[in-house]
């Protein structure tokens, strides 16, 4: 596979450190139109990975995540936003050309389907990124070889349709400025244990994931082993 190329630390520590708290960074859940649940895992995913990741990983993000609308300059705050859902997803031409700046501009987009979601992915996608195509992620892939590893790819959180977990990413000029999971639902492993009961060992197999994530987007970690 052809070397990505990713952002540099000093660039992501000047385009997109969080100075109100002291804290290096701050994530963000997109909020969007078209009918779709947005705010599906609002209460505890992105807390509870956030958490985690302070913890486990030293990164110091803010605890408390924001949430930025699709089309607002606001989103280039955030050098990582989180989507999920289970409905329709709708992108105006604004939404789309601002969400395609922030990427360009070294954003960072990851998709979670929560079930009903995929119908609309790709399509709306589409509008963002006209001249690309989400392609599924190889597990030598580095996202996959972080802190944690995963020498199958992506773990299986929720059942859905039953099919083999996967992950797809779109990658623009040799940057990886999307990842998309598929049929496993990551945010809602991140959810507390009262939301869905899940065991404790696939709690921790989400969190592990998303901190992989996080570390390959935020630690300019991207290159490893490749």
Known sequence: ?????????????FAF???????SFQIALLKYGGGGDWYANLKTSLPNLIAFCN???????????AIVDVGSPDIFNYPFVHMTGHGNWSLTPQEAQNLRNYLIGGGFLHID????????????LKKVF?????????FSFPIYHQKYEFPHGMPKIHQHDGGPPKGYGLIYKGRLVCFYSFDTDLGNGWESY???HDPPALHQKALEMGANLLEYVLMGKGDKNQ
Do not use: H, W
């Open 1 to 13: 596979m052809k070397k990505i190329i990713f952002l540099s630390a000093i660039f992501l520590c």
């Open 17 to 23: 450190t969080d100075n109100t708290n002291n804290y």
């Open 55 to 65: 913890k486990n990983l030293d990164m110091n993000i803010n605890p408390e995540q």
């Open 113 to 124: 389907d929560n079930f009903g979601l995929d119908p609309y992915v790709r399509p709306q």
């Open 130 to 138: 006209p001249e690309l195509s989400l392609v599924l992620l190889p």
């Open 194 to 196: 009262e939301i869905y």
